[in-house]
């Protein structure tokens, strides 16, 4: 029962509860996966647009399958790899943004993605809040671990404060750098962006192309395999009474 959304909600709230929490969260491993897919697929037709997004998906699809077949220890050692290397695509990006920044290449105030007066909608708020409780997903899963735990049960709770207070920290960086070097801001807000390629054309203009296209097939990577490997293998655990 570690981790289990179930046991959580409905022994600490009541049944119904727990009922209601368990099926939405299945219904969260069904849908969440897909779209990590649909994004790294994006990403992929941003720079190569010749090959389709649907192709790119049966792509990272098999991909994740063979890996995931192969066992556990693979998942893990590939996932410790994929780690490292986002880490350091996120150092260069903020590297490169921050010298962009200082080259005067700024679109807007540095307070202006925090709270822009003229933009702010409950509208905008919603959507926004529907990305971030997406990109926070995942540090929750270290609570599965519970019953292999055999020091101080005290630690996983830390590890997840700390996991969580982490993705935060690297969020917020890299969201605040990328507003700020966001090339025609008010076209993009009126408009929305149906390719979902701000992001990278935000790249190539702090950076250049080369930036562009890293960021892009760092994002595939990361979402289409990455995270739909380990969403893949562990999603599931610690919830069978759902």
Known sequence: MAGSVYTYAGRGIAAPVGFIAGWSILL????V??????????????????VPVWLWLVAFVALNTVVNYLGIQMTARITRIMLVAELAVLAIFLVVGGVALAQGKAQTGALTPFFDSAGFSWSVVLAAASVAVLSFLGFDGISTLAEENREDA??????????????????????????????GRDVLIAKDDPAGSAFYTTAEFAGGHWLSVLTAVATAVAWGFANSLVLRSSKGVGEPSA
């Open 28 to 31: 969260d491993y069904v849908l």
């Open 33 to 50: 996966p897909s779209l990590l897919y649909l994004v790294a697929g994006v990403a992929m037709n941003s720079f190569v647009p010749a």
């Open 154 to 183: 005290r630690r996983l709770g830390r590890s997840m404060v700390a996991a969580l207070a982490l993705a935060a920290v690297l969020f917020v960086a890299q969201t605040w750098v990328a507003a700020l070097l966001t090339p």
